[in-house]
């Protein structure tokens, strides 16, 4: 599960951005050259570019995926909402890295939902026992909290995607947080098809306006489906309403069309 792969960092735009620029010019960067050519500290330099990794900028190799080759060049910073709710679907995603991310995500961020730190650190022990027969510390626990809650709330992690406030000491509550750029819905729609359907072309409507993968981007099925439907005029699928099960057909499958789409070039 690699609970504690922060060593206790939040997520750092600033410091993955550096993490970033090390690898565009020296694919597969080791440490040394990292502690050299950026001011990340020891264990920062453990932490960020395990967070690339899971936020899919880098692969296991630490060569930039296209992602991250499309960020470091267009979005340096990694400013824009467009790109901070890939790095939240990354991380998120049933398929990926972080499973323990994708299930406190799917099972907290509802929006008005409200939590505090003890109901984060009680289920996630419970769900770590479950899935592993392992009981974590209570210290790996409630670090782990506190740097997933941190990625929401801190200026330089995704607070500009408005999903979680602080509305008291380790108290939470989730807001009603913008849609995401249309394009970075594709992307992660095209993503998320090819992990779960490989080179079926046809999925039925459900599957996405109700499942996992409309929970990732707080999406009621309602306004999922206007998203679809304006995705299906960019052309990249095509809706089938006429009779239920409605469907989904995908027409254009390829990431880097999204990724050009997404950051206009």
């Given at each position: 599960m690699s609970l504690t792969f922060h060593r206790t960092f939040s997520l750092s735009?600033?410091?993955?951005?550096?993490?970033?620029?090390?690898?565009?010019?020296?694919?597969?960067?080791?440490?040394?050259?990292l502690a050299q050519k950026t001011?990340?500290?020891?264990?920062?330099?453990?932490?960020m570019p395990r967070y690339a990794y899971r936020a899919g900028l880098l692969d296991k190799k630490r060569h930039l995926t296209s992602l991250g080759n499309f960020v470091v060049?267009?979005?340096?910073?990694?400013?824009?909402?467009?790109?901070?709710?890939?790095?939240?679907?990354?991380?998120?995603?049933?398929?990926?890295?972080?499973?323990?991310?994708?299930?406190?995500?799917?099972?907290?961020?509802?929006?008005?939902?409200?939590?505090?730190?003890?109901?984060?650190?009680?289920?996630?022990a419970e769900f770590l026992q479950s899935a592993t027969g392992k009981a974590p510390s209570f210290r790996s626990l409630r670090s782990t909290i506190t740097i997933f809650t941190g990625t929401y709330l801190k200026t330089d992690g995704l607070n500009r995607l408005r999903v979680l406030?602080?509305?008291?000491?380790?108290?939470?509550?989730?807001?009603?947080?913008?849609?995401?750029?249309?394009?970075?819905?594709?992307?992660?729609?095209m993503d998320y098809w090819k992990a779960h359907y490989g080179e079926r072309l046809?999925?039925?409507?459900?599957d996405i306006t109700r499942g996992d993968f409309?929970?990732?981007?707080?999406?009621?099925?309602?306004?999922?489906?206007?998203?679809?439907?304006?995705?299906?005029?960019e052309g990249m699928i095509e809706l089938h309403r006429i009779s239920q099960p409605y469907q989904i057909v995908l027409l254009q499958p390829n990431l880097e069309f999204a990724l050009k789409k997404l950051y206009a070039f």
């Open positions: 735009r600033t410091l993955i951005a550096q993490v970033l620029k090390v690898s565009y010019e020296n694919s597969g960067f080791s440490q040394s050259t001011d990340l500290g020891t264990v920062q330099q453990e932490a060049q267009h979005d340096s910073t990694l400013e824009t909402a467009g790109t901070q709710w890939l790095l939240h679907y990354n991380l998120s995603a049933p398929h990926g890295p972080t499973p323990f991310w994708h299930h406190l995500v799917t099972t907290y961020f509802l929006s008005g939902n409200t939590f505090n730190a003890k109901d984060l650190i009680d289920d996630l406030e602080e509305i008291g000491k380790q108290n939470y509550r989730v807001m009603m947080a913008p849609s995401p750029p249309i394009w970075t819905l594709g992307y992660a729609l046809t999925i039925n409507m459900i409309a929970s990732i981007f707080l999406l009621g099925e309602e306004r999922l489906a206007k998203l679809l439907l304006e995705l299906q005029r």
